[in-house]
């Protein structure tokens, strides 16, 4: 079959020739129709994100949308290395799928459920998020922070507070439904304060971090209560991504003078079972309502040259 092949983790893969898939005991083969290059594909391609097997070579990939032996068009998560979902055919199991809705067509679908299940699953499983609490969304300028506004509107937050150092997405984010953006360009000593001043009078009960590193250095800096005489407040921080480092430093204090929790959200602290619950919950609730995400639509054989093109769009492959 052809697929994108994953040859050096130092180069982008290649449009070639790949063996098939061999499908074991309660797999499926699925003739792939679109597939996704979400930021969780580029790091497992270049052999940097814990999910690396760091075996060579492979399909890169994690899920899809695709038909089914007996015709079915379902969102599919790719469950067996080599075979990725960039190819014209995957394997899959019946548990790791997802009959999409008409009113879904394959290159939305492929593009939105990923993005869309960091914050659906960060909300509704993790952080236990109930209607009529806040969110701050540290990382609300990128296509899975737009969503995560979104999502948070829909499940019935009070307040959502975007942050971003975009000003032109920080406005969008305010259009999707954030009720304040928080700039962070500014240096750490107003940055912090700026946090401060929302977290409390917003009364932030979580906050979506898709960003780590000084961002997120400083949300929590904010999180820190100064003085003993104040109320504790219940704050669930969970971690997404970490586009803006991936280590912090991290005060004693802040932990011992707050409430606050922190969490991770991603492959492993939740389980592949809880991720398609969430995902079925996503395709049910986007039947009803709408939910924005831009897309671009290229050939598959068109890999190599679209591989690190500026992510104005979810890029979507086609076989």
């Given at each position: 079959?052809?697929?994108?092949?994953?040859?050096?983790?130092?180069?982008?893969?290649?449009?070639?020739?790949?063996?098939?898939?061999?499908?074991?005991?309660?797999?499926?083969?699925?003739?792939?129709?679109?597939a996704?290059?979400?930021?969780?594909?580029?790091?497992?391609?270049?052999?940097?994100?814990?999910?690396?097997?760091?075996?060579?070579?492979?399909?890169?990939?994690?899920?899809?949308?695709?038909?089914?032996?007996?015709?079915?068009?379902v969102?599919?998560?790719?469950?067996?290395?080599?075979?990725?979902?960039?190819?014209?055919?995957?394997?899959t199991?019946?548990?790791?799928?997802?009959?999409?809705?008409?009113?879904?067509?394959?290159?939305?679908?492929?593009?939105?459920?990923?993005?869309?299940?960091?914050?659906?699953?960060?909300?509704?499983?993790?952080?236990?998020?109930?209607?009529?609490?806040?969110?701050l969304?540290?990382?609300?300028?990128?296509?899975?922070?737009?969503?995560?506004?979104?999502?948070?509107?829909?499940?019935?937050?009070?307040?959502?507070?975007?942050?971003?150092?975009?000003?032109?997405?920080?406005?969008?984010?305010?259009?999707?439904?954030?009720?304040?953006?928080?700039?962070?360009?500014?240096?750490?000593d107003?940055?912090?304060?700026?946090?401060?001043?929302?977290?409390?009078?917003?009364?932030?009960?979580?906050?979506?971090?898709?960003?780590?590193?000084p961002?997120?250095?400083?949300?929590?800096?904010?999180?820190?209560?100064?003085?003993?005489?104040?109320?504790?407040?219940?704050?669930?921080?969970v971690?997404?991504?970490?586009s803006?480092?991936?280590?912090?430093?991290?005060?004693?204090?802040?932990?011992?003078?707050?409430?606050?929790?922190?969490?991770?959200?991603?492959?492993?602290?939740?389980?592949?079972?809880?991720?398609?619950?969430?995902?079925?919950?996503?395709?049910?609730?986007?039947?009803?309502?709408?939910?924005?995400?831009?897309?671009?639509?290229?050939?598959?054989?068109?890999?190599?040259?679209?591989?690190?093109?500026?992510?104005?769009?979810?890029?979507v492959?086609?076989?």
């Amino acid at each position: 079959m052809n697929a994108a092949v994953v040859e050096a983790f130092e180069r982008p893969p290649r449009h070639a020739a790949f063996a098939d898939p061999v499908p074991s005991e309660n797999e499926l083969i699925v003739e792939v129709t679109a597939a996704a290059l979400h930021p969780i594909v580029r790091a497992l391609a270049a052999g940097k994100h814990y999910g690396s097997t760091g075996d060579l070579p492979f399909v890169p990939g994690v899920d899809g949308v695709g038909r089914l032996p007996d015709g079915s068009r379902v969102y599919f998560g790719a469950i067996h290395p080599p075979f990725g979902s960039f190819a014209e055919r995957s394997v899959t199991q019946p548990s790791m799928t997802l009959r999409l809705p008409d009113s879904m067509d394959d290159a939305t679908a492929a593009a939105i459920m990923n993005p869309a299940m960091s914050s659906w699953a960060a909300l509704t499983m993790r952080a236990k998020f109930a209607p009529g609490e806040s969110v701050l969304v540290l990382g609300a300028t990128g296509i899975a922070g737009h969503l995560a506004v979104q999502i948070a509107r829909h499940l019935g937050a009070a307040r959502v507070i975007a942050a971003g150092r975009n000003p032109e997405a920080l406005a969008q984010a305010a259009a999707f439904g954030a009720d304040a953006t928080i700039a962070l360009h500014h240096d750490r000593d107003v940055l912090v304060s700026d946090f401060r001043k929302h977290l409390t009078e917003s009364k932030v009960d979580v906050v979506l971090d898709y960003l780590w590193g000084p961002p997120a250095e400083a949300a929590l800096a904010a999180v820190s209560q100064k003085g003993l005489a104040h109320e504790s407040r219940r704050i669930r921080y969970v971690q997404i991504g970490n586009s803006a480092g991936a280590t912090i430093s991290l005060h004693a204090a802040t932990l011992r003078s707050s409430g606050l929790e922190l969490l991770g959200s991603g492959f492993g602290s939740a389980s592949l079972q809880q991720i398609m619950t969430a995902l079925g919950q996503f395709v049910a609730a986007a039947t009803k309502s709408s939910f924005t995400i831009p897309t671009r639509t290229v050939p598959l054989r068109e890999v190599e040259s679209n591989w690190t093109a500026p992510e104005r769009a979810r890029l979507v492959f086609r076989p």
